[in-house]
Structure formats: structure tokens, C-alpha cells
């Protein structure tokens, strides 16, 4: 319930956490916060309209979103869908609902999966027509199909204008961003605009489908008039709610099929961080504009961390463009009076501000590699923290499966990288072990008559028996060879269809992860630490956490990119949610928020006297070095 002394009007936002007095104790402040949980567990799903909830970092979205899926009932014979933006996501929320005794609450007629397998399975595939005869397949990425890709390049690379009717995205493409190797090379460019014209025609027509199509495809469907109130009676009868989570992330397009959804009294509840909505600016499809405002009003706010010290509450604060008060820090952490740590950054010296990082997390006793991550807003920033592993795995069958091999041993591989390594993987064992790859791996296997979990658990137990990456190129590509002959022959029998993995002359007596590596070196000292593009650690949390800005010695984008940012978080001013600083502001606020004791941030070291007075004016207790 409502604490009595936060009530107000219903039609009023509910605050918990802002300007809490210095005399309350931590029981009373838990106190305050599990009540807040509570509230939003009981908050009433209004038909009519998307009920939204905000939730600062750390305040416990997910297991309420948990506890309101368990404990709050529904009309007889109604379920819950329970819609994210990620399969990692999805499955932790069908691993608690497992773990509270209620797997129940994960099958038929509840729905608990991305945003959208949603809309694939409950407004596009029972409704789409097959003009044509075909049978259409949703991907989950254009990357996901072997004739979707060539040389390094994707159909994903590309924006597609609507067809002729404007229904669809699928004519004239456009490069999102040139592949470096391309960026000099015009001829070159102009050839894959070509195949991408003609890839998409031709996936399209056999029934392929993926994210910009799916939405389009959904979009067209709710907006006629008869079809819409067809599939959203629908939905209204199977679902007594559909609750969004991560609801920042929701483009102009997804915001558009909810309230498609809302108008026709569809339940609708969005769970969300408006300051954490950090895909804001991603380039628009053709004549489609990425939502880049602020949320309208939320009907309930979560103020509580139970994640962060109150110093790195504070500090967050500092970089909200929204201007939102400082969130109120009740986990175990609390009262811990760690200092931010600020590192000036020079030419020549780029491993000095992860060894001055290491040196505080000694000192915090934070021994555990994995609580320790270098974080930056590009994947080039991070050169120094990594690994000398390549970004994309090579062509070559072998180096692709090394690359792959490293990727997934490594403790500290996240998010897409990983899924890209798992995508990589599974496809040089199936090229392997069945040849012919031409159709999408559901497919593929098929075709065989082989079970995705028969194929699932063959793989892990080859990646789990390839031998160590520091055999020399020759015999670690035998190696690899004796090992799915023995694992996918051996014990799944059936085909035999085994080729050599060929290993460059020149290079089998080198170790074999050199082949997917970037210099003659696999890394320097510094490999041990975690590291990743603050996209790719949305959601998880770390004990410490190193956010490094670029020095500004660059010119061109980036530096202006580094100096806008700094200039308008040490300015201390409230900036338009929609201005282009404010994106780079919230994605060093999720950085931030990442952190639960050690905040550390590596910048210019010109930038060092304004961010720490900018801090201190803000009541950070700041430690330079």
C-alpha cells in the first residue's frame, strides 16, 4: 500500500524518495521503498489509456514486475503478458516464475518474451495473407540469415524506403553507416547498395521478415479499421494486461502500435526509465523519426536504489537531463562514503587510468575480475581495455570459429558481442557438420530432421571440449576436427559430412588465437579486466565501474561529441530532452548507474578542474588522481 504520507490525487504522480529528511533511519527508508514496490504490484491497469510507471536504476523493476505477475490476479481464464526488449530479459522472467514454484505463470495463456516475438505472434502471423503461396518466418535480425549477409556487410547496414503502396520497408536502401573498409572505396559501396536491393527483394518474397518489416507489417494491420478492432478484441480477451518493461526503449513506431492498442482498451502497463532511454538518436529508417522526447506524465515514480552508495545516487543526478531529484540509496551500500574517483587522461599514457582504477578497487578489496568494468561510449575507446581480439570475426571458416571460441570463454563477453559469437559458432559447426548453408538455422536443421536442443547441447559439448586457443593454429585446427567428428558423429550419427578447417601455411605454427586477433600480441597486462560499450551493460550492475570519455586530441565527430558532452554536464543546466546533448548525457548516466561503490571516470585531463567542481558544488565528494 501507499505510505499515507506520499498520497496524493489520482491523477497526480506518486513520488518515493525525493527529499527524504536526514533523521529518517534506513529500516524506515526500506520500509518506505518496499511499500512503493507494493504499490505498483496493486496499481490499477486502466483500459483506455498506458498506465506508466517510472523506476530509477537499481529500484527493483524487474522482480516487481515479478511480484505483480505472481501476486496479482486476474479474470478467470485471462492471462498476463509480461513483454521485454531482450531474450535474456524474457528468460530471467520465466527462470523467477520457475524458481517461485509457479512455472505455470510462463506458458499458455500468459505470454512472457520480447517485444517482438510479441507482435509476431499475436498481431502479424495469425492475420498476415500469403498473397503469393508463401510462408512467412520472422528473423530476429537480418544477420540471422547466410543470404542476407556478404563479405563483412549485412542487410542490417542498411535503411529501406516503403514500397509502393507504403505499406512496407523494403526498396531503395541506404547505408546506415559506410563499414570502415568501404569508406574509401566508392565502387564498392555502390555494388553492395546493389546486392542489398536485391537480397531484400528476394528474402521478401520468400516470406522473410524482421524488425523495420514487423512493424510496418503490425502498424498497417492495426490501422484498418475493421482488422485493428479484430485483433485488439482479440488480445483484450487472452490478456487481462500486457505490462512493458524497459518502456524507454520503445521507438516512435512501438509507441504507435500501443496506443493503436490503448484506444481500443487494450490493458496496457509501461514500466520505464525516461533517463535511461538511450537509443533516442539511432538513425531514422526513411521518412521514420526515432522518439526522442520525454515520456508523457508517469501515473507512479520508484525513487528507492537498492543497488548504489548515496554518492553515486548524487552523482547520477548530475547527469539527468530530465532535472528529476537524486535518487534515495537503501541497499547495503548505502552509507559507504567512497569518493567518485575523477583520472586525468594523457597522450602516450593510456594504461595509466585503468591502473590507477585497479589500485582503488585493491584498496576497496573488490578482488572478483568480473566486478570490475571499463565502460565507454564506442568500442574504440575500449582498445586499450580489451583483449587484441578482432571486433568481427575473420572470413576464413577457421578463424571465424577461433574468434568465436575466444568470445564465449571469455568471462567478461556481453550482450550482442556474445550473441554474435553464439550466432558465429553455431554456424561453423553446422557448415561443418551438414554443409549446405543457405537457409536460417531453424531451418537448416530441419531439413535434417535434427531438434534445436539435440543441436544446442551437441554444441556446447563441443565448445567445452575444443582445446586451449594457445595450441599452435595447425593443431588446434586437427584438434577441432578429431573433436566434432567424436561429439557430432560420433553421438548424433547420421551424416558425415565432415571439412577440414584449413589453416593458412604461414600460420599454423603460431598460437591459434592469434588468427583472431588484431596484432602480432593477444593483449597486454591489462586483459583481465571486463570491459564493454555502456549499450551492451543496460541492465546489469557491477561493484566497480570505470566510464572512460575519449581526450578531445582527436578532431572531427568525436571530439566534438566529447567537448559537448563534458561542457553540458559540467554547466550544471537543464537541457530539452530532445537536444542531441541530452543523449550523450543519459548514456553516461546509465554508465553511471551501472556502479554500486567504485565510480571512476577517465577524461581529458583539461576537463578535471570543471567536472570537479561541478561535483563538489553538488555535494560529491570527489578524489583526483
Not at 564465449?408 to 554443409?435: I, M, N, T, Y
Amino acid at each position: 500500500m501507499i505510505m499515507p504520507d506520499a498520497m496524493e490525487s489520482p491523477s497526480s504522480v506518486q513520488h518515493f524518495g525525493a527529499a527524504v529528511p536526514a533523521v529518517v533511519g534506513m529500516e524506515q527508508l526500506r520500509a518506505q521503498a518496499r511499500a512503493a514496490q507494493k504499490s505498483v504490484v496493486d496499481l490499477p491497469c486502466d483500459p483506455g489509456r498506458i498506465v506508466r510507471v517510472e523506476a530509477c536504476p537499481g529500484a527493483g523493476k524487474t522482480r516487481t514486475i515479478i511480484d505483480r505477475h505472481l501476486n496479482r490476479p486476474l479474470a478467470l481464464r485471462q492471462g498476463r503478458a509480461v513483454v521485454s526488449f531482450t531474450r535474456a530479459a524474457s528468460a530471467e522472467i520465466a527462470r523467477r516464475c520457475a524458481d517461485a514454484g509457479r512455472p505455470a505463470l510462463a506458458a499458455y495463456p500468459h505470454f512472457i518474451g520480447t517485444f517482438d516475438n510479441f507482435l509476431w505472434t499475436h498481431i502479424v502471423r495469425p492475420h498476415i495473407a500469403s498473397p503469393t503461396g508463401q510462408t512467412w518466418r520472422r528473423l530476429e535480425s537480418w544477420d540471422d540469415h547466410p543470404k542476407a549477409r556478404k563479405n563483412g556487410v549485412s542487410l542490417s547496414d542498411f535503411h529501406f524506403a516503403r514500397d509502393e503502396l507504403g505499406r512496407v520497408r523494403i526498396i531503395k536502401p541506404q547505408w546506415k553507416n559506410v563499414p570502415y573498409a568501404l569508406r574509401r572505396d566508392t565502387a564498392r559501396q555502390r555494388y553492395f547498395l546493389g546486392w542489398a536491393t536485391e537480397q531484400m527483394q528476394a528474402l521478401w518474397k520468400e516470406g522473410f521478415i524482421a524488425g523495420e518489416q514487423l512493424r510496418d507489417i503490425s502498424l498497417h494491420m492495426l490501422g484498418h479499421p475493421e482488422r485493428g478492432a479484430r485483433i485488439a478484441a482479440m488480445l483484450a480477451s487472452r490478456f487481462g494486461e500486457i505490462v512493458i518493461d524497459e518502456s524507454q526503449d520503445l521507438s516512435s513506431e512501438d509507441q504507435s502500435v500501443l496506443s493503436q492498442l490503448a484506444a481500443r482498451n487494450v490493458p496496457l502497463l509501461a514500466v520505464g526509465d525516461p533517463d535511461q532511454s538511450i537509443y533516442g538518436f539511432r538513425e531514422p529508417s526513411a521518412g521514420t523519426v526515432i522518439r526522442a522526447t520525454a515520456e508523457p506524465a508517469a501515473d507512479f515514480r520508484l525513487r528507492h536504489n537498492w543497488r548504489s552508495t548515496q554518492i553515486i545516487c548524487d552523482l547520477a543526478r548530475t547527469l539527468r537531463p530530465s532535472g528529476e531529484p537524486a535518487d534515495v540509496a537503501v541497499g547495503d551500500h548505502r552509507d559507504e562514503a567512497i569518493p567518485v574517483l575523477l583520472i586525468g587522461l594523457e597522450r602516450g599514457r593510456t594504461h595509466s587510468p585503468l591502473e590507477k582504477f585497479e589500485e582503488e578497487a585493491d584498496q576497496l578489496e573488490i578482488k572478483d575480475p568480473a566486478q570490475r568494468m571499463v565502460l565507454a561510449y564506442r568500442h574504440e575507446s575500449l582498445r586499450v581495455a580489451q583483449a587484441n581480439l578482432k571486433e568481427d570475426p575473420p572470413s576464413a571458416q577457421l578463424g571465424a570459429l577461433v574468434w568465436a571460441t575466444a568470445v564465449l570463454r571469455d568471462p567478461g563477453a556481453q550482450g550482442k558481442r556474445r550473441e554474435r559469437a553464439e550466432r558465429v559458432f553455431s554456424e561453423c559447426v553446422r557448415h561443418h557438420w551438414l554443409g549446405d548453408m543457405d537457409v536460417p538455422e531453424r531451418e537448416h536443421l530441419d531439413r535434417h530432421g535434427i531438434s534445436a536442443l539435440e543441436f544446442r547441447l551437441a554444441t556446447r559439448i563441443v565448445l567445452t571440449s575444443l582445446p586451449n586457443l594457445d595450441l599452435p593454429a595447425g593443431e588446434w585446427s586437427r584438434a577441432a576436427v578429431q573433436i566434432m567428428k567424436e561429439h557430432l558423429f560420433g553421438k548424433l550419427g547420421r551424416f558425415a559430412t565432415a571439412r577440414v578447417l584449413a589453416c593458412p601455411q604461414d600460420k599454423k605454427a603460431k598460437a591459434a588465437v592469434l588468427l583472431a586477433s588484431k596484432g602480432s600480441k593477444p593483449g597486454g597486462r591489462m586483459d583481465g579486466l571486463r570491459s564493454n560499450t555502456i549499450h551492451g551493460v543496460k541492465g546489469e550492475e557491477f561493484d566497480a565501474v570505470l566510464v572512460l570519455v575519449p581526450p578531445t586530441d582527436k578532431s572531427g565527430e568525436e571530439r566534438q561529441r566529447t567537448d559537448t558532452f563534458i561542457e553540458t554536464w559540467s554547466s550544471g543546466r537543464h537541457i530539452d530532452p530532445t537536444d542531441r546533448a541530452a543523449e550523450a548525457m543519459r548514456v553516461h548516466y546509465v554508465a553511471a548507474t551501472r556502479a554500486r561503490r567504485l565510480l571512476a571516470f577517465a577524461v581529458d585531463q583539461q576537463h578535471l578542474p570543471q567536472l570537479a567542481t561541478l561535483l563538489r558544488a553538488n555535494h560529491v565528494p570527489v578524489s583526483e588522481r
